[in-house]
């Protein structure tokens, strides 16, 4: 185990892979190279700590990165909906442009659906979240009512879907659909601006209402209820399985049946 402060071949190795992996998936694979980069984040997260020389410096390393490319993914989002959007928006109503893939410009009516757009993802977000719940709420330390609203309402839209709309508006221009992209970029930028100006300012007050803004102590009440069970589980299986094995001996049982009940009452006493 080394103990340099940044293992510099390793946090080389990972921001190189980011590139490559974006640059084979979306030019040799045709393939999105976004949802590729996430995939690949998922599979580093789950396999490669072991391997990590220093954790904490090369997370320090990825959330910089983060920040940074956060920052100029918004610039630029900001600079192509201004340029390419706005700054050509028709002052007047005209929906029966919907449909035409030329490059007309944005119209009023096209302002309109952005937030109807964002009123029908929050919509959805709250579909999606309730009819799971019932299956939530045998997962991990439970899901309440109440959590699913919170889940659904603060559910920020960021990086990722920019990112996407980036690279749509980017591959449909290049074909010749430009309107297209330029409204994919816009209703995207809609929804992650709407998230971030309405749901996440008023998250707090919403916690409060729900009763949910002092929730550290309940879950952590609730993770200690469940290893409990967990530790319980596991113990009388194991009893139940020397029970059956023919090398254990009355003696044996009655020590293991005296283990059990002590392991038992000291996880009471301690939960």
């Not at 393939?31 to 990590?52: H, K, N, Q």
């Not at 659909?177 to 300012?201: D, F, Q």
């Not at 952590?220 to 209820?225: E, I, S, Y």
């Not at 967990?230 to 059956?244: I, T």
Request: proline share 4%.
């Amino acid at each position: 185990m080394c103990c340099c402060p940044l293992p510099f071949p390793q946090a080389a190795i990972t921001v190189a892979g980011a590139f490559a992996c974006y640059y084979v998936s979306e030019v040799i694979l045709g393939v999105s190279g976004v949802l590729a980069i996430i995939c690949a984040g998922a599979e580093c997260a789950f396999f490669m700590w072991p391997l990590v020389c220093n954790r904490a410096a090369l997370e320090h390393l990825w959330h910089f990165l983060e920040w940074l490319f956060n920052t100029a993914l918004f610039e630029l989002a900001g600079l192509i909906i201004g340029g390419r959007c706005l700054l050509r928006v028709e002052l007047s109503w005209n929906p029966e442009w919907a449909g035409r893939d030329h490059d007309s410009g944005i119209d009023l009516a096209d302002l309109a659906l952005v937030g109807f757009t964002f009123v029908a993802a929050i919509a959805i977000r709250f579909i999606a979240v309730f009819s799971l719940l019932p299956l939530l709420r045998r997962l991990g330390y439970g899901f309440s009512p109440r959590d699913a609203v919170a889940a659904s309402w603060g559910g920020l839209r960021g990086a990722v879907g920019l990112a996407l709309a980036l690279s749509m508006e980017h591959t449909l221009a290049e074909q010749g659909r430009s309107r297209t992209g330029s409204l994919v970029l816009l209703h995207t930028s809609g929804v992650v601006v709407g998230s971030l100006v309405i749901n996440a300012p008023t998250m707090p007050a919403l916690l409060r209402c729900l009763g949910l803004s002092g929730k550290e102590d309940r879950a952590q009440a609730r993770a200690m209820l469940d290893v409990r069970r967990r530790v319980e589980v596991f113990a009388e299986r194991e009893f139940a399985n020397l029970k059956q094995h023919p090398k254990v001996t009355s003696h044996d049982t009655h020590t293991h049946a005296h283990t059990h009940a002590r392991t038992h009452a000291h996880t009471h006493t301690h939960v």
